[in-house]
């Protein structure tokens, strides 16, 4: 068989062969020259060619539209940019802007306000007035849905759960001027609505996808949480905006508007006719149910305070846990910051992704109750994970954690896991109700031929249905012995063999019974599917009553592994895993597999733009401005910006930096207000998920401003992970000098993170009695504290910390171990410059303690990670691409170090005995010029000046001034500090001007070195100038640099 292959093989190769030859056979045979068969190959060639062109652009096409960011990021790195570079204003947001539809929903919006006043008028008011006799003159006598339309702030899409499927989560913001007047006439009431606010999250799904026109056969809608709303009443319903009955009837029509349109409830618009589909589609089964244990938190704020705040006492927190319109609260734990409750509680989930749970905590007090803190997690991240147990760090709630575990339970619609998932159950300890095994959906439709209690009177029907002691009700339907509900009912079953359902019919005004009906559920567990749909007969009713319903029984199947892994401790908290007895003593530290993994996440806080003016004026005939500031929330720590006085379009360019962990359901949120002297007014949230920004590393967007009618943000975030090498140390040092803000903190270069373990042989205190010690560390001005250990000699801490590191080279991590008194009984002080020359930026071991007894020492791991932006990452690239072929430098001054190209110098002493550079007759400034492109300024940072040369015998006092020629106007004129008594002064001051690049190149910058003669004197003495023609600098690279100093007589 093989040789018969090969044989084939070998003649189709022949073939190919005589192929080829074919034309030139032909040419001879018509008589063709030479010239022809040229030509005929050449136009083969040339069409081949073309063919082969057409399909790779459509290849790369088809490449562009399957998956356009790294489409694009190819692109960029093939014109050399490096990894993950993009300009600013390219940017691939997961919700888009939605603006055609904004225009759209603005023309047509009068059109609506017609179909809204036609269905109020037409449908409503006579269903209002059939509902009870004293409305029989009700009547709707204003429908105005004025000017202002529904706004449609972003889009975003899913891929949906099969292929008929389209999901799109619309951000809606209505700030309406909507006017709707109603009148009883027989009670002369007048009553109405003027103005509203209605805020939330749209969900729409196309489904089911067809095919024919039109394409898509039906619309379902509803929010996947409870919007937030706000109404302006007017007529005898002005007594609603009283305080505390506006917040009720507020929540009160959210009750009845989450009765409607928030999960589980839907509002299902078909599109075709006889949809097949319909009744699933009003009411699908849940996707899952998760089973959330409470354990515990950490680490709470105590609220409760005594003699005007002197005395700080405790709190009494307890847990609201809130999935749509499910709500559970926890029981109260009494004057306890760190709470345990160990409670389990179980939700529905009808959608993934996008339905959430929030946990919010509060101290119960006598009189209102305040917020400890809260926590948002999307149930998809539970899906994918099955169980997911973690301390969620709490916003709002300073360093609080709450300590979950969820897990996921599918429904399986047979019984063959019923025994295992019953036998589970009996092993878990739930409080307050015992585990779900089951869940039961009752769908329930309509009923025919029900009896009449009074001849000629037709019922208003409405059911109760009961599971043990679980009752739902249906709606009530009017003056109808065939009644249509269309609804559904959800109980969670515990034991579906020996459990019924018992439902009742009943007339509504006099709750008398109109049929009733019992069905064991073990009935249903020998049924197809575990489903039952068919008309049942109703008991003690009329006999041809009938129920029309649907039974669906699943079984609640939890498909992860038990032995999950250990329960996760809590940061800062000991490890119960930890060995603690035993006379070994070991020689390395033994930190959690989380130590090290933190994150820094920069954020930027550039811009805003068409913010709302809140600033009015004779009761809002003269419009004003807003003073706006922003509230960032992230980790647990909370930042505020400055106030931007009468600005609606406000710059901030403000930094901050929080260490955070990749703990999900954590989101970085942005609040705005307008700064007032009573309280200050809201102008707009808006978040975006920290795993987002792990995951994709920068985010730089215009975010929409949600709950207003205007307004967007413009922020920059990037997460910096820690990398154990030193190489990029000074390239970081370097861009963080370029990127410094005008106001805020330094940016950071490093994180350090320490694990301290244990301590040994601590000195003993009172003769022979061992200490109860805890260990303080300190970074800066940043300390923080372990917790304390029983008296023992030998205390176990186990416990992590991480600091932001400035600069490496200078700083250093101050250790004390304290007995809990305070006195000490031992310190460390460990030099950061001692991890920079040790291998992988770490050392890890026992290190004496200073102070102590002879042999006291402690067990720490201390790690260094550089924080490298992506700004250094280009900087660095391009150094390295410079090579060999950069410019020459300036001579550096003595005491310097270079630190590669254009880099900052730092100042250590000299490692060898390298020869002084020859010296300036006036001395040198140590200058760095850089246009900084995001924020259109031209930076300038003075650091030093270096061998000044005096002019009298005393020391000089120097500073140095700027001014931007040829404009010596004030607003281009810049000054340093005053650095008193020295000829070699430092300074690392940044200034900015604002203009555009091409501007400054056109500038001149003039630097004078002087010093003030006295404190009574205006006169200053010249010390030395330079004169830089910027046209001649690489503005865009941002280069430090030493100049020489002339005198301030000669020219420039």
Not at 312 to 328: H, W
Not at 868 to 881: D, N
């Amino acid at each position: 068989m093989e040789r018969r292959g090969a044989g084939l093989a070998a003649l189709g190769a022949l073939g190919r062969r005589l192929l080829w030859a074919l034309p030139a056979y032909a040419a001879g045979l018509l008589g063709l020259g030479a010239g022809a068969l040229v030509l005929a190959l050449a136009l083969y060639a040339g069409w081949r060619r073309r063919r082969k062109a057409r399909e790779r652009g459509m290849q790369l096409a088809a490449r562009l539209q399957r998956d356009e960011e790294a489409a694009v990021r190819a692109a960029a790195a093939g014109l050399g940019a490096a990894s993950g570079e993009l300009p600013a204003w390219v940017s691939f947001p997961d919700v888009e802007r939605a603006e055609w539809l904004n225009k759209v929903l603005a023309q047509a919006w009068p059109f609506f306000g017609q179909y809204m006043e036609k269905l109020l008028v037409e449908n409503i008011a006579p269903s209002i007035r059939a509902s009870n006799s004293h409305l029989q003159t009700f009547t709707f006598t204003k429908v105005d849905m004025g000017e202002k339309p529904l706004r449609v702030l972003g889009v975003r899409a899913h891929p949906g759960t099969h292929k008929k499927q389209i999901l799109l989560d619309l951000n809606i913001s209505y700030v309406g001027d909507v006017q709707i007047d109603v009148e009883v006439k027989k009670f002369f009431c007048k009553a109405g609505v003027k103005g509203m606010q209605l805020h939330g999250m749209l969900r729409i799904i196309l489904e089911p996808l067809l095919g024919d026109v039109p394409i898509v056969g039906a619309l379902t809608m509803f929010f996947i949480r409870r919007p937030t709303l706000d109404i302006n009443w007017t007529g005898m319903t002005n007594l609603l905006d009283i305080p505390g009955l506006s917040s009720m009837s507020d929540t009160m029509i959210m009750d009845a508007i989450s009765s409607y349109l928030v999960l589980p409830n839907r509002l299902l618009v078909p599109l075709v006719p006889n949809l097949h589909e319909a009744a699933q589609l009003r009411c699908p089964l849940p996707r899952g149910v998760v089973r959330v244990h409470l354990r515990a938190a950490r680490d709470l704020r105590s609220k409760d305070r005594f003699m005007g705040g002197l005395v700080e006492g405790k709190s009494d927190p307890y847990a609201v846990l809130r999935v749509g319109t499910q709500v559970v609260t926890s029981r109260v734990i009494d004057d306890n910051l760190n709470p345990i409750w160990d409670e389990v509680y179980e939700f529905i989930v009808h959608e993934v992704p996008g339905q959430e749970m929030e946990v919010e905590l509060f101290d119960k007090d006598p009189d209102q109750d305040d917020l400890l803190g809260r926590m948002k997690l999307d149930f998809g991240e539970v899906l994918k994970a099955r169980v997911l147990e973690e301390w969620f760090p709490l916003q709002e709630g300073g360093q609080g954690r709450l300590h979950l575990r969820l897990e996921w339970l599918s429904l399986m619609s047979d019984t063959s896991k019923l025994d295992q998932v019953l036998e589970r159950n009996r092993t878990i300890v739930a409080k307050p109700d015992p585990p779900s095994a089951a869940i039961l959906v009752v769908y329930l439709d309509r009923a025919e031929e029900l009896p009449m209690k009074k001849p000629g009177k037709e019922p208003n029907p409405m059911v109760q249905v009961s599971v043990q002691d679980v009752t739902r009700e249906s709606k009530v339907v009017y003056n109808t012995s065939a009644p249509v509900w269309e609804d559904a009912f959800r109980f969670f079953l515990h034991d579906p063999m020996n459990q019924d359902v018992d439902i009742q019919v009943k007339d509504d005004p006099r709750q008398s019974s109109l049929g009733s009906l019992s069905l064991p559920l073990a009935r249903l567990l020998d049924a197809p599917e575990l489903t039952l749909d068919q008309p049942f007969q109703l008991q003690r009713s009329g006999p041809g009553s009938r129920l029309y319903m649907k039974l669906v029984l699943r079984v609640l199947f939890f498909d992860a592994p038990e032995n999950d892994g250990p329960t996760p401790t809590p940061p800062g908290q000991p490890d119960p895993l930890a060995s603690t007895g035993g006379t070994h003593r070991p020689t390395h530290a033994s930190p959690d597999p989380q130590f090290g993994t933190e994150h820094v996440l920069r954020i930027q806080l550039l811009e805003a733009e068409n913010l709302i003016a809140k600033d009015n004026f004779f009761k809002g005939v003269v419009r004003g401005r807003s003073d706006p500031y922003a509230k960032v929330r992230v980790a647990g720590r909370v930042f505020r910006s400055r106030v931007v006085k009468e600005d609606l379009n406000p710059r901030w360019n403000e930094v901050y930096e929080v260490i955070v962990d990749n703990v999900p359901g954590q989101d970085v949120e942005f609040d705005l207000f307008d700064k007032d002297i009573d309280k200050d007014d809201f102008l707009g949230r808006c978040k975006v998920p920290l795993r987002r920004v792990l995951s994709s590393r920068i985010v730089d967007e215009w975010l929409p401003l949600e709950e207003v009618k205007s307004g967007r943000l413009h922020v920059r975030l990037e997460s910096l992970a820690p990398s154990p090498s030193a190489a990029l140390l000074e390239q970081v040092l370097h861009t963080n000098s370029l990127l410094q803000p005008a106001r805020g903190e330094e940016l950071s270069a490093a994180l350090l993170s320490v694990f301290v373990d244990r301590a040994a042989d601590l000195p003993l205190r009172k003769g022979s009695k061992p200490p109860a010690a805890f260990a303080s560390l300190a970074v800066r001005d940043v300390s923080v504290k372990t917790k304390t250990c029983a008296p023992t000699a030998e205390p176990v801490w186990d416990e992590g910390f991480s600091f932001l590191i400035k600069r490496p080279h200078v700083e250093s991590l101050e250790l004390q171990v304290k007995e809990e008194g305070g006195q000490p009984l031992g310190a460390l002080s460990l030099p950061l410059p001692q991890l920079l020359a040790s291998e992988g930026l770490a050392l890890d071991g026992w290190f004496p303690l200073a102070g102590g007894g002879p042999g006291s020492q402690v067990l720490l791991r201390a790690q260094l990670g550089v924080l490298v932006s992506q700004q250094a990452e280009v900087g660095a690239s391009s150094v390295s691409l410079a090579g060999g072929d950069a410019a020459p430098q300036p001579a550096e001054a003595p005491g310097e170090e270079e630190c590669g190209a254009g880099g900052l110098r730092q100042r250590l002493p000299p490692a060898d005995s390298r020869p002084e550079p020859a010296e300036g007759p006036l001395g040198r400034l140590q200058l760095t010029l850089w246009y900084h492109g995001d924020e259109r300024k031209l930076v300038a940072i003075v650091h030093a000046c270096r061998k000044l040369r005096p002019v009298s015998k005393e020391l000089p006092d120097p500073y140095v001034s700027l001014v931007l020629l040829p404009d010596r106007s004030r607003g281009t004129k810049r000054k340093t500090s005053v650095q008193k008594k020295t000829l070699n002064p430092d300074f690392n001051e940044r200034f900015e001007w604002d203009m555009s690049l091409e501007e400054a190149s056109r500038r001149k910058l003039e630097a004078h070195v002087k010093s003030t003669l006295s404190f009574m004197s205006r006169e200053k003495e010249a010390l030395g100038k330079l004169h830089l023609d910027l046209a001649q600098v690489d503005l865009s690279e941002g280069g430090t640099h030493w100049y020489e100093l002339r005198d301030e007589r000669s020219s420039p």
